[in-house]
């Protein structure tokens, strides 16, 4: 499988791959469908990369105009390809990599406001709703607006039921499917701002 990055500044660029089998690097199409799904949104975006694996999708949200992407990962050969690949890119500059448990990055309140979160976890493990619910419960990554896209097999898609975000749509790309999320206000949020 071809892993590239696929437009803007770094196009083309042959991306490494994490040595092993503990990560799905998503596919060509499915990434090219997903940013024909942001758009234009993604300039000057923050975006956070979590479970971040070769670091493809942010990297790709760099090339296409994001300002900063911070990308996080357990797996030290992760960290080690996703730096590879920021530097190959020369996108180094307008990233942060942090090796640790994206639940435990949950917990803390954010550093910056993100426009984009997302979640691409090993499969079969529930880790995605996981997340979200990590997410939902610190509405303080959530200012509205926020758009959390989850990437998972079909067959592990549940409702879930959550406070603060809102499916907003799916789409299905052979066996990976981009779930769509938006951060929605709350009384709670409303308040903490006055």
């Known amino acids: 499988m071809s892993h590239r990055v696929i437009a803007g500044r770094a196009k083309g660029h042959r991306l490494q791959l994490v040595p092993g ?39 790709e949200a ?4 994001a300002t900063f992407a911070l990308f996080t990962d ?30 435990t990055l949950l ?15 090993p ?3 529930e880790i995605w709703s996981q997340a979200l619910q990590a997410l939902d ?3 303080a990554w959530l200012p509205e607006g926020t758009r959390v896209i989850v990437q998972i097999d079909p067959k592990e898609k549940t409702d879930l039921t959550l406070k603060h975000l809102t499916e907003t749509d799916e789409r299905r790309y052979g066996n990976t499917l981009l779930v769509f999320y938006e951060a929605v206000p709350t009384d709670s949020q409303t308040q903490e701002q006055d």
């Open 21 to 59: 089998d503990g990560t799905r690097p998503i596919t060509d199409r499915a990434k090219e469908a997903l940013f024909n799904i942001i758009g234009r949104d993604i300039y000057d975006a923050f975006f956070l990369d979590l479970f971040a694996g070769t670091g493809a999708v942010g990297i």
């Open 62 to 65: 760099l090339s296409r105009g």
């Open 74 to 103: 357990l797996d030290r050969r992760a960290i080690r390809t996703i730096e590879n690949n920021l530097k190959s890119t020369h996108l180094a500059d307008e990233a942060e990599v942090y090796r640790m448990n994206a639940f």
């Open 107 to 121: 917990e803390r309140p954010p550093d910056d406001k993100y426009e984009f979160i997302y979640v691409a976890p």
């Open 123 to 125: 499969q079969y493990k």
């Open 137 to 139: 419960a610190n509405p």
